[in-house]
Structures are given as structure tokens and as C-alpha cells.
């Protein structure tokens, strides 16, 4: 850590094991830092799951890059994070917390899915 950097360790012990560590000098870094704790309620509740669950999927299994629950939990999040609109799906995709959100690594894993693929789940017929 650089001698002039903060760095901040907050837990939550009743949902998750390990300590938040916040450092404001990374090179990939995030304004929804916050967003970890609605993951952490999130894995505890289950309630993307279950959302996902009440959906069908009608697309070609094998042209699929994104599956329901995690189309349902990048919505979800991106929702509660003040990005109500699909549009910000593209600039989302790779931002380092939404890719955490979803279960891939920061820095390295696979874009999210983009905002064509967000509409086209948000508007499929008999999705809700």
C-alpha cells in the first residue's frame, strides 16, 4: 500500500466471512463498492434465484452466452445501483464490481452481457 492511501476493513459478520477492504487507488475500481452487501443478502435470501426460477427460456440453448439467473441478477443489481435503464448495460459490462455482482473475476472474467442482450430479456414474450 502507498504510504499517502487509506485503506478502510469493515465487516458484516451476519453475511459475510471476510472483511470488506476499501482502497480508493486501484487501477480497476468501482463507485458501487456498496453493492457487495446487496450480493451478500442477495446469496443469503436467494431471491435472484428464485426470480430466476419463474422464468422460461426460449432461446437456442446453444447460442446462449448469458443464462437467466445471471441476466436477472445483472438487472437486479444494475436496478438497486441507480441504473435503471438497459442502456448503461454496455459501460456496465465490464465494470469490476457488476462482474464480482455476477460471479466473475474483476479484472479478468468475461464482459457482462450487453444492453442488445439485456432488452432482448427484458422485453422476451412470457419472461414475466
Known amino acids: 500500500m502507498k504510504p499517502d492511501s487509506t485503506a478502510q476493513t469493515v465487516t458484516f459478520p451476519d453475511l459475510i466471512s471476510k472483511p470488506v477492504v476499501a482502497a480508493f487507488d486501484q487501477e480497476h475500481s468501482s463507485s458501487d463498492g456498496g453493492a457487495l452487501l446487496l450480493k451478500a443478502i442477495d446469496e443469503k435470501r436467494g431471491l435472484s434465484e428464485q426470480l430466476a426460477e419463474c422464468l422460461r427460456d426460449g432461446r437456442q440453448a446453444g447460442k446462449v452466452l448469458h443464462d ?34 455476477i460471479g466473475r473475476n474483476p479484472g479478468h472474467g468475461d464482459r457482462l452481457a450487453s444492453q442488445a442482450t439485456v432488452s432482448r430479456f427484458e422485453n422476451a414474450p412470457g419472461m414475466v
Do not use: C, S, T
Not at 436477472?72 to 459490462?93: C, H, K, S, T
Open 68 to 101: 437467466l439467473p445471471e441476466l436477472v441478477q445483472q438487472r437486479m443489481f444494475a436496478i438497486a445501483l441507480g441504473y435503471p435503464d438497459g442502456n448503461d448495460a454496455n459501460e456496465l459490462a465490464a465494470d469490476p464490481i457488476h462482474k464480482m455482482l
